[in-house]
């Protein structure tokens, strides 16, 4: 009824973008009959995952678009900006103009560190914004994105007072302080589309030991009832090793009539590397080994065409159960009726944590599927009575714990927001720093916390003296007549979106060097925090990658993921596929291709430190290092990859080897012998070759 009530224009749009939807959800109608359509107040919606909080984000967004405003909306993860982007393209038949930057459309998708890019130097185009979305709000407390929303939201106010700001977020305890602190209006609703219902398991109801077994006994009912599991536990290698686990105990539970499905997973995830001309890798054989009883693992450590055919085939009701590390909470969207939690703890550096409260709600919450379940489960395992006992009070009935400021925590986050004030010069001072730290969610927190203000007023101050001493030591700040200003180097990490430590450790590298010696430097960047690095697959197989490095004029005494990283890199740039990266070095090869494309931004980034030191001689070489990384080749064939677009390392190398390096005396015709040329690419590189 009261999608009734709404603007015809806006009702229009809604009908014509969510055909499905027939009415508001209650948590929806709580939100809209607070007035939330037509006020001008910042809004804070807490209600739970996969309730409808993307609907209302773009109903506050149409409104202000037909109001000729422009909008942003920002998220967390580019996999979530690339979902919204699509959802939201449908506006364009209406009219709008749906992009990813504020410069060229009415409403931007914008990744959070995008969006803290133009609170420093776009101030323009921040200034022409009328509503901010900010998605997944909760993040303010985590550890490294925390701080950056936290700071940009702080600049947006400074420069455009009057924006608009909707935070849609999962339940916090402390809400009402976060909403004194931005200023906002909480409405909290706890509608859920399908009913969750929580439970703590006990492996000795089961009369077993062993939390896998009472795991089997949950996939068993679930075969019965023709529905499907997702199990968390904390590592990649449980989620493997608990997926061969319950495959080899519930295979002979499995009708022959639904067998036959799992073997075509099976076969699919087996053509991945098939498909490529490489031999399957241990991984992968162990995954097919398993779905084809219906089981699956999912880790970060999967390619992601395999990743894609375990989540489509699991929606698909191919597969009985996913076994998968906690990454799974974000990003993919993945019900299933029932979710079990095996582990709660994680490894830190202090050794096994609890998991947050709010990390088991978040996993808790996947269970049940709209629109299929009437109910969906969450079991948390506990080994003894007494444990479980516990677990009842300490999770299912325990309270999330308050979200606090990250800022003062992580250093990092400190130096970055310093430069970041000094370069777009909001700050010339500490005592000007000091004003901006106040106004963030770290200085409301200190300043209305009864005990804490003088003391934290105090550590404050003597954190931002630190801090900008530090960042004048390493040439990154300067003091001039007119006050602290960034010097090139300062600029350069300002407008960059690494860590102060990366690039203090890169500048050091660079002032160091005589001559450069681009396998040290490999080494070296897989030491910087701001590469995702590739990990061994277990204790074992380090000589492999010691002989790789040595033999590279590296002797390295530590042998952990960064060794494995820069080893892997090596052969990477030397041509070898992933499949053999994997079986040589023992590591999770997949994520070469992400760590070889972030080694490529980060050799571009050295490069213009070293441009910027006035270090001129290595430039040359570290172009050709950057698109070697980027290309996965060797240097003679980067001029064949740049110059034809999509022909990629395998083909180049086909053609090289066919013709050698000079391809001007061939046709078309014969080029097209060498596999994989067709006569659209073959044309191409005719085209190349003549020019
Ligand atoms: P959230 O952002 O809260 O995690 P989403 O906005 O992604 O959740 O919503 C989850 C699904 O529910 C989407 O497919 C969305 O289209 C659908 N949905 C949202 N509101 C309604 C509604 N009132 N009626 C039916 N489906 C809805």
New binding site residues.
Partial sequence: IIMETLDYNLKDIIKGC?P??????PA?KAVIESGYLDAKDNYIIA?P???????LGVLAAIKTLLNGGKVIYAVPLLSIQNEKLKEFKLLEEYGFTVGRHPQSSDLSVMVFESFDSITRFSWNHLREVDLLIVDEFHMIGEYSRGPTIECALTRSHMVNPGMRIVA?SATLQNMEEIAGWLNARVVEHDFR?VPLHKEVLNTEMFSTRNKNDVIVKILEKALEENSQALAFVSTRRFTESLASFVADKIKNKVPPSRKKAFREVSEKILQVPEKKGSRPTSICLKLADSAKNGVAFHHAGLFSEQKEIIEDEFRSGNLLMITATPSLMYGVNLPSRSVVIRDYTRWTSQGPQKIPVFDYEQMSGRAGR?QYDDVGYSYLIAKTLDEAYDLQEYYVQGEIEPTHSKLIENKDAIYRQIIAQIASSMAKNPVELQEFFSKTFYGYQMENSPYMSTFAAESMEYEINNAVEFLMHNGILQATPEGLKTTSLGLLIAKSNYSVETAVKLKEFASNMDELDIYKLIYQICHTPDLPLISFKGRKSKDPVREKLSSAGIFAVDMQNAEATAASLMEWIDERNEYEIENAFHVYAATTRRAAYEASLMVKFFRDICQVLGIYQPLGDLDILSARFYYGVKEELIPLVLGVKRLGRKRARALFKAFGEDLRPFTEKELQKVEGIGPKLAAAVHRYAQS
């Fill in positions: 969510y499905h939807i027939e009415n508001f959800n929806q209600i995952t996969a309730s409808g909080k993307t609907l849609l589309p709209p």
